[in-house]
């Protein structure tokens, strides 16, 4: 059983930066594996922040966060990281590692991601 374990979350001011880290146990490597950010703030929706395929490097990132966000990967350590520079008091959600297995394009919805961590608070004042 693949399990995403999320870290890194915290309490920062606006224009700080944190570093969201990803790790999965149960994971056997594979070419195909991709790797997601979402995030949900009270009363929203959950949506996505930034995606990976481990394999190519391939990625994509919400409007909201291109510049500020880099999604990358460890992929000796089966680690995916999240670095949230410049951050806004709208980045404030609880954040979400998310794991599917599929080749082509980028998956960019909750509902295509198999394997879910518990989340990691991240929350940035003015």
């Known amino acids: 059983q693949v399990q995403p374990v999320e870290s890194g979350g915290g309490s920062v001011q606006a224009g700080g930066s944190l570093r969201l880290s990803c790790a999965a146990s149960?994971?056997?490597?594979?070419?195909?594996?991709?790797v997601g950010w979402f995030r949900q703030a009270p009363g929203k929706e959950r949506e996505g922040v930034a995606i990976i395929s481990t394999g190519s490097g391939r990625s994509r990132y919400a409007d909201s966060v291109k510049g500020r966000f880099t999604i990358y990967p460890d992929n000796a350590k089966n680690t995916v990281y999240l670095q949230m520079n410049s951050l806004k008091p709208e980045d404030t959600a609880m954040y979400y590692c998310a794991l599917t297995y599929r080749l082509g394009d980028l998956p960019d919805r909750p509902a295509d991601f198999n394997y879910w961590g518990q989340g990691t608070q991240v929350t940035v004042s003015s």
């Open positions: 149960g994971y056997t490597y594979s070419t195909a594996r991709i």
